[in-house]
């Protein structure tokens, strides 16, 4: 049955809220072994395993792992030696964490508007917001698209000479031209946070295919500190959480009794704090080993994972079309991942995405809600297309069963 008749005919549709998506009994096997072994979490060689696997899957010639996505962002700051006060031209509509990485070094962050066609800057406000003081300029892939100008905006800053920065966190295995994103620019980073395309709970990896950049990447990493004990323990437990609560074919009874064996390490990815822009007291982590090792299994399976994306997307483009509303811009030569399905509705949709859960049984995604996502303390100005898709971006979960 298609998704479509699937909801039409009133069957609810398991749809696992993020955090447990790509979870399985195989990764809360890896859990429970690796709360039983803390002697081991700090050993480098299977995060080395790791960083080897992600560069040979990934198609990149070096990889180094971070405790997040935002942490790997800031070793490729420090990687380009950019000066404090130097500006970097990046999209006025993204995740606040990634402005903050700009402010903690120093730099300054210079808004460029967005297209609506993949919500990706658009080359010509990023060329527009470009002065001698620019010194980088960041491009993202957002909910598993290709950016639409990402080969233009590379393809212009590498004449200039301007290092690009990739923020690939939301797409992680898609693909242009059959490379992986995070290729064309100087630095690239990922995220497999929970609510990503793989999950290691927090989690991030930074490449390049510099080798000076490299030697830089691998010094800065091999300073930074272990993440906690008690905060890798609390990964653990989340996994294992979220897995029962969320995942687990009998979850409804499984749930409760995980949430009281394993729901007291919450781990939160963006506090107020990070919306404030403070920065954390922990900051600039390596990743642990049993991170490195549930990656090691999540990209095992990250392939399927994303077909099965890419097979719900289809659907719900079919349903877009049906309704009138334009699906996202497959950008020419491109593969997508969807970590999750955008288009623009009418604000009055977005406001009250009640609509979606009594009429298709799924959850209506509402990222972003500000254009420094989810920070809404902070304005952007000069970004109207950025404000639109605040106001009209809605998505819609790709993974279900
Ligand atoms: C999640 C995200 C980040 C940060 O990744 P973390 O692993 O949460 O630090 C950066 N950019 C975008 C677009 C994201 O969605």
Redesign the pocket.
Known sequence: MSLLQLAASGEPLKVHPLGSQTLDDDDVVLAKQWLKQPEQWYEKDIVAQYEETFARWNGSQYAFAFA??????SACLAALHLEPGDEVVLPGY??V??PNALVFAGLNPVYADIELDTFGPSAESVFECMTARTKAVLV?H?YGLVSRDYEEITRECRKRGIPVIE?C??ATGAELHGRKVGLLGDVA?Y???Q??VFNTI???VAVTENAALASVLAQIQSKAPWPNRSYVNGLLHQIIRNYYRFKHPRRLWRGSFAELLHGGHRVI??TNADERGEQPLHYGRSLAAPQAALGLNQLSKINDYNQQRRDTAARWEKWCLKRGYTPPLVTPGSLPVYLRYPFLAEPAVKADPSWSKKELGVELGV?FVSQL?PAKNRPVPGCPNAETAVARCVNFPTLMS
């Open positions: 997040s996505g935002r942490e790997a962002l993204t995740c964490v990634v993202h957002l923020d966190a939301q980073f995220s497999s946070e609510s990503k927090q989690g991030g990815s963006t990222w996502h």
